[in-house]
């Protein structure tokens, strides 16, 4: 009896060390240890916003593009995406679409010569067949005579949505990127982070195919390849604050660790929009979380903070004074 009783204490000994260990995994992993650090701290001045069409489509006079210039330098923003698409089905943009392009560029870049000026390129995948060569061949042409004409240091693509295992889009970057050379910049907009087993778990409690994100392997194939991923962290059909404010800091967690082998730059996309749809609630997902989260990711310890760039802000044509004062206040410490 005694041998048994001996044992029984033992094994109840190491059922609770287990447990214990266990409770801290899942606190380390979900919650982890935190900084304090304040957003200004974190801010390296090498932030991105997306711009609309008409400063390309339409002539814009000088005075208005040299405010853009020191708005973007006042707000710490060195790119900028300039809506320069759509791609059309064929893969060509008529130049008619951005004829004011070079000279929007070159008064800019004159008022502003930190700025780095990239040709945002979207489409619905579904509208551009990038699995055809022929296709993806018009791509890469009308980028590299949209760099060497009319200015622009590189190419920013928003193709979506983009599956994670979507060879064509692969394809698309190496290709556009043996035309373009490595001395072009590339930049990519992407879905968020999500292990492929949590998308295959809330599908089937959703019964529908989750491909709406991006896992592990498919960002390190694109970070073999670009210059910057900008992560779209919005649109989650997420109902509330904290909720999405955690997936932010894990987006931030888990793509600084994946990237940084990379060396290449991460930003993370917040919205500043508030369109009504079922997959987003401007209430939930806006500046003030977008960058709550963000910087809480950034003062998390499993963060590999060298490995982050920046955030992105979409979209300036959206963001209110009342936004871009969250904005210096949170992130700029103004």
């Known amino acids: 009896m005694p041998l048994m009783v001996k044992a029984l204490k033992k094994i109840i000994k190491y059922t609770v060390l287990l447990s214990i260990l266990l409770l801290f995994l899942a606190w380390y992993f979900l919650v982890g240890l935190h900084g304090s650090s304040s957003g200004e701290e974190f801010n390296r001045g090498e932030n991105g916003l997306w711009i609309k069409h008409a400063w390309v489509g339409n002539e814009q006079d000088t005075s208005v593009v040299e405010d853009l210039a020191l708005k973007l330098a006042k707000y710490?923003?060195?790119?900028?995406?300039?809506?320069?698409?759509?791609?059309?089905?064929?893969?060509?943009?008529?130049?008619?679409?951005?004829?004011?392009?070079?000279?929007?560029?070159?008064?800019?870049?004159?008022?502003?010569?930190?700025?780095?000026?990239?040709?945002?390129?979207?489409?619905?995948?579904?509208?551009?067949?990038i699995d055809d060569p022929e296709i993806r061949s018009n791509i890469v042409e009308t980028c590299a005579k949209l760099v060497s004409e009319t200015g622009y240091a590189g190419i920013h693509y928003d193709i979506e949505p983009v599956p994670h295992d979507d060879q064509g889009f692969l394809d698309l970057l190496q290709e556009t990127r043996d035309k373009l050379g490595d001395e072009t910049f590339i930049s990519i907009a992407t879905d968020e982070w999500q292990p492929t087993l949590v998308s295959d778990v809330v599908g089937v409690i959703l019964d529908q195919t989750i491909e709406s994100y991006w896992e592990t392997e498919y960002f390190q194939a694109s970070a073999e390849i670009v210059d910057q991923i900008v992560v779209m962290t919005y649109d989650t059909?997420?109902?509330?604050?904290?909720?999405?404010?955690?997936?932010?800091?894990q987006q931030v967690i888990y793509l600084s660790q994946v990237l940084a082998p990379y060396g290449k730059e991460l930003l993370i996309g917040i919205p500043t929009y508030e369109d009504d749809k079922e997959s987003f609630d401007p209430e939930v997902e806006n500046m003030e979380t977008g960058l709550n989260g963000i910087i809480a990711g950034l003062n998390n310890k499993r963060t590999t903070r060298d490995a982050f760039t920046g955030v992105a802000i979409y979209a300036n044509w959206e963001t209110t004074e009342s936004e871009w004062d969250i904005y210096e206040k949170l992130w700029q410490g103004l």
Do not use: C, M
Not at 237 to 249: C, F, I
């Open 76 to 129: 710490d923003i060195k790119y900028v995406y300039v809506h320069t698409g759509p791609i059309d089905s064929d893969g060509t943009i008529p130049e008619e679409r951005y004829k004011f392009a070079e000279e929007f560029i070159d008064i800019l870049t004159a008022k502003n010569p930190e700025v780095v000026p990239l040709a945002w390129l979207g489409q619905i995948r579904s509208d551009i067949d």
């Open 237 to 249: 059909s997420l109902g509330d604050s904290e909720h999405y404010e955690w997936l932010v800091e």
